[in-house]
């Protein structure tokens, strides 16, 4: 079945009922996309569908054709928020993170306090008590991320 | 009972097993069992004369609640049989060699034929603290079977059913005090669910004990505590380790004494607080690392209290506190015994970490090489940190116990000196070509003058502690009596922090754990197993169930820790959840157990004035 992951047209055999999510890990060797729940509360394995976050653990892979995936590893590393977040804290343990930051990304660039803690409801983080996420999002697009230092020091 | 394993997971789900019980009569309730774990009295004055000095005698019995980690990666280990009979595993873990030792043991192999390798886990918490022994046993039992690799990983429902949780606990306080709040007499006894089997379950006593009595002085103190038998869960180790239930106890209890003297909660700790110079209940006399009426004052300060404690008054809103403080390091003669070693060895790099503590989110890696970075005077990338091999590290005992900065740290510094002098102005790769490797191990040395007997329980329970104060603002709703935290004022001193961005981390995500605490996890236990094992209807806080914190770090630097640093890892855990609780006692609803989920609230309204219609009325817009 063909889709495009990160950009790639890939074509992939695997049961059309599979989760799209070992699809992910397993057909196409992508382990940025976490499980934690399988049942789409915590949200550690959001991904993109054409630009909409969905938890890659409700999804059938025949949900995925012809369509775009965006993963975590789609964004490659250097991207302002995934800067941000090693910067501020934002991510400890790491698990909710790749979730975290594709919900974050459709929520567009500077989003109100109000939007971005409506928008990250369902991502579930256990480690952060959310405060270094939002600050995370926020210095993401101060001066583009580029900064060399944070500000949620002392 | 069974394990199976299959290369095709999907099989498993064929698999028919019979198993044949023979049921007999459970016992669920702690206060039912007639099985003592442990027992511990902690015994300082005379009750009976502190008790007939008491101008007022107030009593009370506060409950809390299990609590389940909810580490977003559920466990998972991986063993793999080694041709010369060895067994060698990697996992989601925080104590690589509490597995190696359980290994040894089940396999019945020396030392160096059983090798455990961490993986950096999603989340700990204590909950990867001992179960990783029993899921790497059932690995390595399947991979000694089939001579092959075999990986078990948990689905979440799994890992909530089989792992340990917080125990619920049931504390009982009877006080004397003065009309002037002095407190003249505690008594005080714990009881907690250990569940089926021992765990940690002693030492979690051991340490819920020692903070029973809460960051306040009293000559006349007793403190009687059980850890007891259930026919449960085993409950275990969740950061806090006993200390956040007696401490909600305690802190609760405090706002019912100022109710029901008419002081103000503040008035009344401020009067009670420890200071330099004063006794704990175990007898152990406090230095100038002692900072409870400084996070107090902070506390108070910054949160605007006495001005919000007079305009929500009488409105839906309410504000509380809590104060409190939690020992560093393992108790009593907990790290002599241990005997903590950390090397520091020079490469072609620069220098190299070498110990088990792990990196669980916390900070551990970026935070040890900080202090040898600074130490040496070495640029930070110039200093690696070994992966916690039990083969290639030595045994720099658990990551628990807000241990990781103070205790192992402070080694560390020590090796990282003595390298800095061996190396006698060269840089270490430069010293490492001309001179090969140097290899710098040094072993966990106390600071001067710490006594403990753990027989009759006193002396210094722990070398220091941090101090905090919380201060929640809270709102009910009248018509769902659902329960809001809006905000949280956090003042927590900890020596010094190192790197202050993880440390901040810590703070407020440990606050986090401790709203829901308060008020939304709520374990269901149906015939001893959790009946709510999914994150449908286990719920933990979103974005939305979490206050927005106002977070202060206060320094009070430690001399004998690493650049002055002492626990913080923990201490978050213990405050939120007497704080929000008493932010409802100000709305005037006597709640005295956690969760306090909207049944719970709602019989507390049911002779509350303010609910009738359903309506309340609302605070002042401002603040």
């Not at chain 2, 192999?109 to 993986?119: A, N």
């Not at chain 2, 709102?475 to 440390?503: C, N, S």
Request: proline share 6%.
């Amino acid at each position: 079945m063909k889709f495009t992951l990160n950009g790639d047209t890939l074509d992939i055999t695997a049961h059309p009922m599979k989760r799209l999510l070992d699809v992910l890990r397993e057909e196409c060797g992508l382990t940025g996309t976490k499980e934690g729940c399988g049942e789409g509360e915590c949200g550690a394995c959001t991904v993109l569908i054409d630009g909409a976050p969905v938890c890659a653990c409700l999804v059938p892979f025949a949900q995925a054709r012809d369509a775009e995936v965006l993963t975590i590893e789609g964004l490659g590393g250097e991207h302002p928020l995934q800067q941000a977040f090693v910067r501020e804290g934002g991510a400890q343990c790491g698990i909710c993170t790749p979730g975290m930051i594709l919900a974050a990304l459709v929520l567009g660039e500077r989003p109100s306090i109000e939007k971005l803690r409506a928008g990250l409801a369902g991502n579930l983080c256990r480690c952060t008590g959310y405060e270094a996420i939002y600050r995370s999002v926020a210095a993401a697009y101060e001066n583009r991320g580029t900064r060399e230092r944070g500000n949620a020091g002392t | 009972v069974v394990l199976l394993a299959h290369e095709d997971r999907e099989k498993l789900l064929e698999a028919k097993v019979t198993i044949e019980y023979e049921r007999t009569d459970p016992v669920y309730d702690p206060e039912q069992s007639s099985k003592v774990l442990k027992h511990i009295v902690i015994s300082k004055g005379d009750l009976a004369k502190g008790f007939a000095r008491a101008d007022l005698i107030l009593e009370g019995e506060y409950r809390t609640g299990h609590q389940e980690h909810v580490y977003i990666e559920p466990n998972g280990f991986i063993a793999e049989p080694m041709e010369d009979g060895g067994m060698t595993v990697h996992g989601s873990l925080q104590c690589p060699f509490y597995v190696h030792k359980a290994l040894k043991a089940l396999l019945d192999l020396p030392d160096e034929k059983v090798r455990v390798i961490q993986t950096e886990p999603g989340g700990g918490f204590g909950g990867k603290e001992e179960y990783p022994s029993m899921i790497a046993s059932h690995a390595a039992l399947l991979a000694r079977k089939s001579g092959r690799p075999v990986k078990i990983v948990y689905d979440r429902a799994e890992d909530m059913w089989a792992t340990t949780k917080r125990h619920p606990s049931i504390v009982r306080h009877r006080t004397g005090v003065k009309q002037d709040g002095t407190l003249v007499a505690m008594d005080i006894a714990v009881i907690l669910d250990g569940g089926a089997y021992v765990t940690l379950s002693p030492v979690v006593l051991s340490r819920g004990c020692i903070h029973a009595a809460g960051p306040y002085r009293c000559a006349n103190t007793r403190i009687d505590g059980r850890a007891m038998f259930t026919n449960t869960n085993p409950n275990g180790a969740f950061r806090g380790f006993g200390a956040p239930q007696t401490e909600f106890a305690m802190e609760a209890h405090m706002d019912r004494i100022a109710e029901a003297l008419g002081m103000d909660p503040v008035r009344l700790r401020t009067k009670n607080a420890l200071k330099p110079g004063d006794t704990t209940a175990t007898g152990q006399t406090l230095g100038s690392d002692c900072s409870a009426l400084m996070v107090l004052k902070e506390a108070v300060k910054r949160s605007g209290w006495n001005r919000k404690r007079r305009a929500f008054k009488g409105s839906s809103r309410g504000i509380g506190l809590a104060l409190f403080y939690h020992g560093s390091g393992f108790t009593g003669a907990g790290e002599v015994r241990l005997a903590s070693k950390c090397s520091l060895a020079t490469s072609e790099h620069g220098v190299r970490i070498l110990v088990a503590s792990t990196e669980i989110g916390q900070g551990t890696r970026t935070m040890h090489a900080q202090i040898v970075a600074d130490t040496m005077g070495l640029p930070y990338e110039s200093v690696e940190v070994a992966i916690p091999d039990t083969q290639g590290v030595p045994d720099s005992g658990p990551t628990v116990a807000s241990r990781t900065c103070m205790v192992v740290g402070r080694i560390l510094e020590r090796c990282a000196t003595e390298m800095k002098e061996r190396l006698g102005g060269m840089s270490p790769a430069e010293h490492f070509r001309q001179h090969g490797a140097t290899l710098i191990t040094k072993q966990y040395e106390p600071p001067p003058g710490i006594q403990w007997d753990d027989q009759s329980y006193e002396g210094d329970a722990y070398a220091t502690y941090s101090w905090a104060c919380d201060v929640a603002e809270v709102e009910v709703d009248p018509v769902t009596y659902d329960v809001k935290t809006q905000k949280m004022t956090v003042v927590h001193e900890f020596g010094r922090p190192i790197h202050p961005v993880l440390a901040r981390g810590q703070i407020e995500g440990g606050t986090a754990q401790g709203v829901g605490f308060a008020s939304i996890e709520q374990v269901v236990m149906k015939d001893g197993a959790m009946a709510n094992a999914q994150l449908t209807n286990y719920t933990i806080p979103t974005t939305l169930d979490t206050p927005r914190m106002d977070t202060i770090m206060l320094e009070n630097p430690y001399p004998y820790g690493p650049f002055g640093a002492k626990g913080v890892g923990e201490i978050p855990m213990d405050g939120p959840a007497p704080a929000i609780v008493n932010a409802m006692r100000h709305i005037g609803l006597d709640i005295r157990q956690v969760p306090a989920t909207p049944d719970i609230v709602m019989r507390a309204a049911v002779n509350w004035p303010l609910a009738a219609n359903g309506q309340l009325p609302t605070a002042s817009p401002q603040s």
